[in-house]
């Protein structure tokens, strides 16, 4: 969600084109209870609609009120589906205003990492922070400032695009207003503006992607998990879509994507985690990670690649 | 400019006889049609052997059946129109004109049968019922074209829905048919009596096979019917109720009236413009989500509907609930049940199934799109209310009227409350133990988009643990406005059938409750559980 695609709404109820330094100023403003919660970015009366901005906040203030730079903190997550560990002790601190990469070689434990640092899987142990806020503990806060778009799960397939985006801001409590506004920045933004009357299910695998994404950000979080958010997008709405994401992390939003495609994790993250064996095996902003090769290299010499293409000798002499 | 569209509809039927097919067909038609002109002015130098009253029943029952058949026959035989209202367009002709030119050119085709057809009961009759007989010919053949260009228009609708109209064009035959059964029964023993001798012991078994169908109630069902005013009118002169002649007429008008405005209403849509004009999509919020508050509940509620609305595996459930009592009715009376008390059995059934068929494992119906609401964080109560709502809002209907009409069909109103009572419970308490097992006791349901009747392919349970456990528990719930129904049906004392209103209503009131606080619970409680479910199925 770019700020400036909603002037309307925005204008009305927070502060939010002020650069992040001014931000500090912002909660001023706003009532008592936000004080609380610093805004990293996106004022988080943004995200409430007119109606329910004093119960949510009544609820906001079970947060501790840590001004913490760290948007996203795992500690000591772990994870085995009937003994194979998936995830073994992963820590990982993904700072405030940063776009993050995640990435690993398929079956390292990226998605299950990612479930559960959204609340969507339940690990065996660790903690993960949103915020300062336990995403396992004291879920109903730490969801509000979270967006999620999942690897491979369903969408509710039998609602129009439209429906779809509708039924993700009904849940956060956004007004009818709102929904409609955002819908529509949403849909330009990601080229759904013509599809929004079809049914999900009969979308393309990468429109699906691209209004799950649409979803994810329809209430303005502050944090944004994305899990391979550019699989069978086209690249001119793929680059629709890192743009806007780069205008939400230059305003203070976080978003920690993965992928395997390194070139565009290289190109467009400024920090990055090379996880593989359910095991973090690097991790921190990219220039340190990469000590000067690319990631590509990097990645397959952290992730040990070179062995397998040492073997299967019997592959270069042919059979017939 | 009328000249000119009768000779365009005249080319347009010759055209039609191009082909050498065609040419057969048309000609094998063209016989057919003449021998049943020509049998019913035979069939009318009967009537002098009919008795009065048989004679006024059989000129009503087939001058009934003509006047549907001019509706049903367009619908039977019907694929294309000849002359698409659209295509009148060309002419600058405006709505009007063209529903004009549209009757106007229907008189050239294989409607005129009907004016030799609406002429035979003109002979019939004498005197002033003649004179009425003549003027009702006039009325017959405008309505039989109102009803040929509306079965048209039918028919023409129907190629496109092979399913519906499948079923279409046998109810159509079958009406017909039943309808030249019903007159032949009451022709017969005349036509028997004309016959030779020897032939009595062949035709007598077909005479008396029939003689249900003489059954007075079937002539005089037929015979109020609208379709059957104008030819009714000269029978009512005929014994001089001009009463009912000046009501047969109003309620024949009307008819042409309402076949008239669906006629026209018809053509009027037909001539719609097909596309709009290209314009910037308008944002309003889509569908359900209009009707609901936007909060949790009010999206979860949304969602619901419009999946019950188009998700074939919901609507199944729908389908399939209006075959209950039909079947249930028809084995009971099989089985020799009284009908006072097999009358009884069916509503609950209904209303037990409306309330737990797809409830009572939502979730799993869900599949992985579940994550949407646990990764929003919403409470679990606000799920359970929302994805009850649509089974509240068929239910309670069903719960109310269905009551009501089985009450009556019962023929005692004072087991209405102990019907209320049951039904109540089943379906409140159905929402609530199916809020709890859809949120605890998920099993593998058929994926979305796959058939609704297809098996989902998982190892492992099927469900028959949650389906019978959560049955029972509602039959539970439900046991005290049974038992009290029971009492009352037993002892007749309607203390007991007020009792069982009380019970059910609040037995199925504080499982509604429990259930929906329950299965919030459970929910908030195992969200990522279920999630974890739904992907492994």
Known sequence: ?320 | MVAELLRLKLRLLVNAFRSPRAVVWAVIGFVLAAVLVAALWVGASLAAHLDATTLRRVVVIVGAMVSLAAFFLPVLVVRSHLIHPQTLRLFAMRPLGIIAAMLFTTLVGPILLLIPVALVPVQLWDGSARDVAWGAVPLIVLEGILAARLGALVGARLRRMPVLSGIARLLAVLLLLAGIAVIVAHVAPTVAELLPGKWWRSVLPVVLLLAPLRHPAIADTITTLPVGAFWRMPAHAEMGEWALVRQDLALGVAAVVVLFVLWAGSVRFLLRATRGVPRERVARVPGWFRRFAPTPTGAVAARSFTYWARDPRYRTALVVLPLIPVVMLLSMWIAGIPWELAVLLPLPAVVLLIGWSTLHNDVAYDSTAVWVHVSAGIRGVDDRIGRMLPVLAIGVPVVLGGSVLVAWLHGDWSILPALLGVCSALLLGGIGVSSISSATAPYPATRPGDAPFQQPQVPGSSGGGTQSGSLIAILLVASPAIAAAVLYLLGGDTFWSWTALVAGVAAGGVMLVAGLRGGGLAFDRRAPELLAFTTRH
């Not at chain 1, 939010?16 to 610093?38: C, F, H, L, M, R």
């Not at chain 1, 209430?219 to 069978?232: I, K, T, Y």
């Not at chain 1, 985690?273 to 290299?297: F, T």
Request: glycine residues 10%; contains cysteine; charged residues 25%.
């Open chain 1, 1 to 320: 969600m770019t700020p400036e695609a909603e002037p309307e709404v925005e204008a009305v109820e927070a502060p939010v084109e002020v650069p992040a330094e001014e931000v500090v100023e912002a909660p001023a403003e706003a009532p008592a209870e936000e004080s609380e919660q610093p805004a990293t970015g996106l004022a988080r009366t943004g995200v409430l609609p007119r109606g329910k901005a004093k119960r949510q906040s009544k609820r906001a203030t079970v947060q501790p009120g840590v001004a913490s730079d760290s948007a996203l903190t795992v500690r000591g997550l772990r994870k085995s589906f009937g003994g194979v560990v998936a995830v073994d002790d992963i820590d990982l601190d993904v700072p405030a205003g940063t776009f993050y990469g995640f990435v690993g070689p398929n079956g390292a434990g990226k998605t299950t990492t990612l479930a559960m640092m959204t609340g969507l899987l339940r690990p065996d142990a660790g903690t993960v922070m949103v915020h300062g806020v336990d995403v396992w503990r004291n879920a109903g806060v730490a969801k509000r400032a979270l967006g999620v778009l999942p690897d491979n799960l369903r969408l509710f397939d039998r609602l129009t695009g439209a429906e779809f985006l509708h039924h993700a801001g009904a849940l956060r409590g956004l007004d009818h207003d709102t929904i409609r506004l955002r819908v529509e920045d949403l849909a330009d933004a990601f080229g759904l503006k013509h599809s929004l009357d079809r049914l999900v299910s009969d979308y393309s695998a990468g429109m699906v992607k691209k209004v799950g994404l649409a979803a994810a950000l329809i209430h303005s979080p502050r944090v944004l998990v994305l899990d391979e958010p550019f699989e069978s997008v086209d690249p001119v709405s793929a680059n629709a879509v890192i743009g806007t994401l780069k205008k939400y992390a230059a305003a203070g939003g976080t978003v920690l994507l993965s992928s395997h495609s390194m070139g565009l994790i290289e190109r467009t993250c400024d920090s990055v985690a090379i996880i593989a064996e359910g095991r973090i095996l690097a991790a921190g902003p990219m220039a340190d990670v990469l000590q000067g090769d690319s990631l590509e290299n990097r990645f397959v010499e952290l992730a040990g690649g070179a062995t397998a293409v040492a073997g299967m000798e019997w592959l270069q002499s042919y059979s017939d």
